[in-house]
């Protein structure tokens, strides 16, 4: 018997009948048809939240080179109503006066006559301005003082003045010593009036470039309100025979680039009330000093300064005066050969090392310092010739990215300089950055909707 017997018979199979409707689609449209089905939503300028658009415009702010975006802003405008007047406010935290027609558009802007010019005047926080006497149409002292007296929020001034030569003496390309004995007036007393009665600004740029050496004393006796101070060109001078009161703000910050050092008696009166108050945080040299100027800067601030930057440490003088500022935050040289001592002394406080590499650098102490140092944050390299190609750049690299340390690079001094500058503002925290937001507590918020 086969295995089949032991199954039950249970006859033929019944046949089921089943109704069953097919029904044929096309076949699914390729995913280039579904999108261009799909109406792209189309949302009015004017219905954007003004909130979202505030913080889209002040994200693109800055261009490369650190300035505001003009050509993004100035489209921004014209996008429509409710985008214009915050965009217009942008473009004039910034604003720049070469000359006398400039100074009429600005002022026309700024009206405070209009309660747009009100919301314009109040947010400008930076100006430069030229006062060069050579050229036709210049902005002059009086018209300076109407521009920045029409601004009450402003932040920074940074001012050059150019002086005078007789028509057909100038000599285009003539060596910095020979443009710098050219006569530039003083302050009269009214445009000082006008400065006096206008904003108390908190950071000054004055880059001197003509004989008179009195036209700083003038302005710094305009704002006792100065915490951050730079001074390019001519050095200033204490008129002798003349009793000067002590300067009597305590800066926090002090820039020299001068064709010659300034005397010490000059300095020595202008940092006066900084070193009884132990206030000054950031010295920047930008042409290198003598071991005397240095030492005696050192001297009267190191104990509590933060940054330190002149343009190599080579010598070991140089390094010594850097050794003995224990509270540094920052040191930065553009000279891709330093003194190594400088690195193995460098204090716990560190956070942020910017220098220069070529292929004679002598890396090991940077890298240990690198390794070493936990509250460093950043290394800023600028690459000279073939300093990508240095055998122990790599390990910089490693140990940087192992430590979590931000590494920077950039192959233009320019460039290094604007990474490592920032605000005119002494930061809580190394390196310095450029923010919309650093010099706003001198502004008075205006919203516009």
Not at 103 to 132: E, K, Y
Not at 160 to 166: D, F, H, L, M, P
Not at 229 to 247: D, E, H, N, Q, R
Request: aromatic share 8%; proline share 8%.
């Amino acid at each position: 018997m086969t295995f089949c017997g032991y199954l039950p018979y249970s006859g033929p199979p019944m046949v089921v009948e089943h109704e069953i409707s097919l029904k044929f689609t096309s076949s699914p449209p390729h995913d280039s048809e579904v999108y261009d089905n799909i109406q792209t939503p189309r949302v009015p300028a004017s219905g954007i939240p003004i909130e979202i658009v505030l913080t889209i415009l002040e994200t693109a702010y800055f261009d490369d080179k650190g300035g505001p975006d003009i050509d993004l802003l100035s489209k921004c405008t014209l996008v429509c109503k409710a985008w214009s007047l915050h965009a217009q406010k942008l473009l004039f935290r910034r604003v720049r006066l070469r000359s006398h027609s400039a100074f009429a558009s600005f002022t026309h802007a700024v009206n405070r006559s209009s309660p747009r010019g009100r919301i314009l005047g109040d947010a400008v926080v930076q100006m430069r301005a030229v006062l060069d006497y050579n050229q036709p149409g210049c902005l002059n002292q009086s018209s300076l003082a109407v521009a920045v007296a029409n601004c009450p929020n402003l932040y920074e001034l940074d001012l050059a003045q150019y002086g005078y030569v007789a028509a057909g003496k100038d000599v285009v390309g003539s060596p910095a010593q020979e443009r710098m004995r050219r006569p530039a007036p003083s302050f009269d007393d009214h445009s000082l009036a006008l400065l006096i009665a206008g904003p108390h600004i908190t950071a000054l740029n004055f880059s001197n470039w003509s004989e008179n050496n009195q036209s700083l004393l003038q302005l710094l006796e305009v704002w006792p309100s100065l915490k951050s101070l730079s001074i390019t060109g001519t050095s200033p001078v204490l008129s002798p025979g003349m009793t000067y009161l002590p300067f009597p703000c305590a800066l926090e910050e002090l820039r020299l680039n001068c064709q010659r050092e300034p005397a010490k008696e000059f300095l020595d009166w202008l940092l006066h009330r900084s070193a009884e108050e132990k206030s000054l945080r950031v010295i920047d040299l930008e042409r290198q000093p003598s071991p005397e100027l240095l030492d005696f800067l050192v001297e009267k601030h190191g104990e509590t300064l933060h940054s330190l930057a002149i343009p190599s440490f080579a010598t070991h003088e140089h390094a010594h005066a850097a050794m003995r500022c224990r509270s540094l935050r920052e040191l930065r040289t553009e000279s891709s050969w330093s003194s190594p001592v400088i690195c193995r002394q460098m204090p716990e406080t560190i956070q942020h090392l910017a220098f220069g590499l070529d292929l004679d650098t002598l890396l090991n102490p940077i890298v240990d310092l690198v390794k070493t140092r936990d509250d460093l944050q950043a290394v800023t390299v600028n690459l000279w010739r073939d300093g990508h190609r240095h055998p122990q750049f790599a390990f910089l690299q490693m140990a940087c990215a192992y430590r979590g340390v931000d590494l920077r690079l950039t192959r233009d001094v320019r460039r290094m300089r604007l990474l490592v500058r920032g605000d005119p503002v002494v930061p809580p925290t190394y390196p310095r950055t450029q923010t919309l937001d650093s010099m706003q507590p001198a502004i008075c918020p205006v919203f516009v909707a």
